[in-house]
T-cell receptor
Framework: DAGVIQSPRHEVTEMGQEVTLRCKPISGHNSLFWYRQTMMRGLELLIYFNNNVPIDDSGMPEDRFSAKMPNASFSTLKIQPSEPRDSAVYFC????????????FGSGTRLTVV | AQTVTQSQPEMSVQEAETVTLSCTYDTSESDYYLFWYKQPPSRQMILVIRQEAYKQQNATENRFSVNFQKAAKSFSLKISDSQLGDAAMYFCAYFWGGSEKLVFGKGTKLTVNP
């Protein structure tokens, strides 16, 4: 398996634009997680899905952020409109039914909003 | 809420020597899991080692071992025979099945000097 695949690897956008980050989890994994990493706040869980259903979105910072998982092999994280304070590395991770074995992370998307 | 604290923002070690990274956590649960993740400059999050709280025996993975002190809620990582490739950010993480969330500390940046 190719692991968790995220795209794009880097994204630079202007303030006010819509940004969509993409994730393909490992085949057979039924849980998917979106994290945000910044120097100030470290790694924060934004939202997670189980069997394509959003379970906990309490970490989503505000209504400008939305996430979807239309099927078991694809998820998106959208920011609309984007702001400079959204600049961060966004990670997607997936796990099988036994999350107590840890998550497998993608390589992350570095988002810069100018 | 469960929290994870890494009190050493930065550490350094000479190549071939041993270094210990500290981690403490706060929880009222008795059955949980602890992890150390490595994040090299490539940004990839790599699982280093895992500990089950109900096991008294400390986990080991080649040159990596942990000192798990459940009563003290302490989970330190020991890296023996340090190599240049060990240079990275190291994150301690806590998982409890009741929440399905992996909670991370702020990380320790490890530098390995030749």
């Amino acid at each position: 398996d190719a692991g968790v695949i995220q795209s794009p690897r880097h994204e630079v956008t202007e303030m006010g634009q819509e940004v969509t980050l993409r994730c393909k989890p490992i085949s057979g994994h039924n849980s998917l997680f979106w994290y945000r990493q910044t120097m100030m706040r470290g790694l924060e869980l934004l939202i997670y899905f189980n069997n394509n259903v959003p379970i906990d979105d309490s970490g989503m910072p505000e209504d400008r952020f939305s996430a979807k998982m239309p099927n078991a092999s694809f998820s998106t994280l959208k920011i609309q409109p984007s702001e400079p304070r959204d600049s961060a590395v966004y990670f997607c991770a997936s796990s099988s039914g036994n999350s107590n074995y840890g998550y497998t992370f993608g390589s992350g998307t570095r988002l810069t909003v100018v | 809420a469960q929290t994870v604290t890494q009190s050493q923002p930065e550490m350094s070690v000479q190549e071939a020597e041993t270094v210990t990274l500290s981690c403490t956590y706060d929880t009222s649960e008795s059955d949980y899991y602890l992890f150390w993740y490595k994040q090299p400059p490539s940004r990839q999050m790599i699982l280093v080692i895992r500990q089950e709280a109900y096991k008294q025996q400390n986990a080991t993975e080649n040159r990596f071992s942990v000192n798990f002190q459940k009563a003290a809620k302490s989970f330190s990582l020991k890296i023996s025979d340090s190599q240049l490739g060990d240079a990275a950010m190291y994150f301690c993480a806590y998982f409890w099945g009741g929440s399905e969330k992996l909670v991370f500390g702020k990380g320790t940046k490890l530098t390995v000097n030749p």
